[in-house]
């Protein structure tokens, strides 16, 4: 289904609105106070553009614009009943609904054979090394939210992104082994040696 406003940023907006009307640099701080710029990118200019988008589109309302001496005038803005139903209909999709993402890793692997075997295991090795570091941080920050009383639910998206940093963590680990191995460093060589 093409949406009217597709940006992941658009949907976190309208999660954290069903919580109550805020004002955008609200918004953005309980984004980032609650973890979700690991998974969503965003910087003050897109978070405001996504609002006006938002508003256009008719999914977020003008409630009040608030004033008061020590700061510049602010717009609060509230979900709508059509914001509500788009955010229930697009969480619905993607949560049901498998999708095709093409990450940039992926792009690599697939182009991996043009890369001297030995330079690849160097690449990897480094690879594996932030992965593992990344893996750390992960459970580290998994633990003490835990620690802190943070349900599990809200803690789901880092549980998934550490199954999959995991996962590519034993790929990358296997990979290095089968590019180290003699045998593909010589027909390596039989195959691309010769242009360079």
Do not use: C
């Amino acid at each position: 289904m093409r949406r009217k406003v597709s940006n992941p940023l658009a949907l976190a907006v309208l999660a954290h609105l069903v919580m109550g009307p805020m004002h955008p640099y609200e918004l953005g701080k309980q984004l980032k106070d609650t973890g979700k710029d690991r998974n969503i990118k965003f910087n003050r200019g897109s978070l405001y553009m996504v609002v006006e988008q938002l508003l256009k589109a008719g999914f977020i309302a003008e409630q009040e614009t608030v004033k008061d001496t020590q700061r510049p005038e602010r717009t609060i803005y509230a979900l709508t009943d059509d914001g509500h139903t788009e955010l229930h209909d697009w969480m619905r999709e993607l949560v049901r609904d498998p999708a095709h993402e093409y990450p940039q890793f992926g792009v690599a692997l697939s182009l991996i054979a043009v890369l001297d075997p030995t330079e690849a295991v160097g690449l990897l090795n480094t690879r594996a090394e932030a992965l593992r570091k990344d893996l750390d941080e992960t459970r580290a920050m998994v633990a003490k939210a835990t620690g802190e009383g943070v349900q599990w639910i809200f803690l789901v998206e880092e549980e998934y992104r550490m199954s999959l940093v995991e996962a590519e963590l034993r790929l990358v680990e296997k990979l290095t082994g089968e590019l180290a191995k003699a045998e593909y460093q010589h027909s390596w060589q039989e195959i691309f040696g010769r242009e360079r």
